[in-house]
T-cell receptor
Framework: KAGVTQTPRYLIKTRGQQVTLSCSPISGHRSVSWYQQTPGQGLQFLFEYFSETQRNKGNFPGRFSGRQFSNSRSEMNVSTLELGDSALYLC????????????FGPGTRLTVT | DAKTTQPPSMDCAEGRAANLPCNHS???????VYWYRQIHSQGPQYIIH???NNETNEMASLIITEDRKSSTLILPHATLRDTAVYYCIVRVGGDSSYKLIFGSGTRLLVRP
């Protein structure tokens, strides 16, 4: 069974630009969560989607948004990029109600210059 | 949200047991404790989880104190490949929707 895939793996953007990251969950998984990892703040929860609906949201500004498609694939978008948005963005999928584990992808490393 | 406290680093000898402590004194009665590990900035890997009872799987054992304010992850025979950052996490929410609140983690170094 293929794992969680994230594209692109690496990305360099300039301040003020916007970026879209993509996540394909494990086949059959309907929940997708996003996390941001930085050296200073560690791993922080961004949001979680299930059946195309956002069900949980972390403490991030409105510049961070996401969506989920009917095939469970998810995208997250960051608008008006700031230097502090440089981070590893991780996506995780799970089978809610059947499994308690979240399976993480390799992440997208975003660098904002 | 409940938070966890872990020592920033630990080390152990290869072949010996690694005991990683975690404090979660503000945990609520229905919140699970999870352990994940992360190697070389790859995605975190699930290890084990528990609510009240001690748990064991092929990777590790989880010992939770009776008052649920702390727990210990035990890797029974650590190998060099177990060198990683270990996160003790509280799962906030129920089965239908939840989020993982990560702590700062313990960097475990397994020495040859």
């Amino acid at each position: 069974k293929a794992g969680v895939t994230q594209t692109p793996r690496y990305l360099i953007k300039t301040r003020g630009q916007q970026v879209t990251l993509s996540c394909s969950p494990i086949s059959g998984h309907r929940s997708v969560s996003w996390y941001q990892q930085t050296p200073g703040q560690g791993l922080q929860f961004l949001f979680e989607y299930f059946s195309e609906t956002q069900r949980n949201k972390g403490n991030f500004p409105g510049r961070f948004s996401g969506r989920q498609f009917s095939n469970s694939r998810s995208e997250m978008n960051v608008s008006t990029l700031e230097l502090g948005d440089s981070a590893l963005y991780l996506c995780a999928s799970s089978l809610l109600g059947h499994s308690y584990e979240q399976y993480f992808g390799p992440g997208t490393r975003l660098t904002v210059t | 949200d409940a938070k966890t406290t872990q020592p920033p680093s630990m080390d152990c000898a290869e072949g010996r047991a690694a005991n990683l402590p975690c404090n979660h004194s503000t945990i609520s009665g229905n919140e699970y404790v999870y352990w994940y590990r992360q190697i070389h900035s790859q995605g975190p890997q699930y290890i084990i989880h528990g609510l009240k009872n001690n748990e064991t799987n092929e990777m590790a054992s989880l010992i939770i104190t009776e008052d649920r304010k702390s727990s210990t992850l035990i890797l029974p025979h650590a190998t060099l490949r177990d060198t990683a950052v270990y996160y003790c996490i509280v799962r906030v929410g129920g089965d239908s929707s939840y989020k993982l609140i990560f702590g700062s983690g313990t960097r475990l170094l397994v020495r040859p």
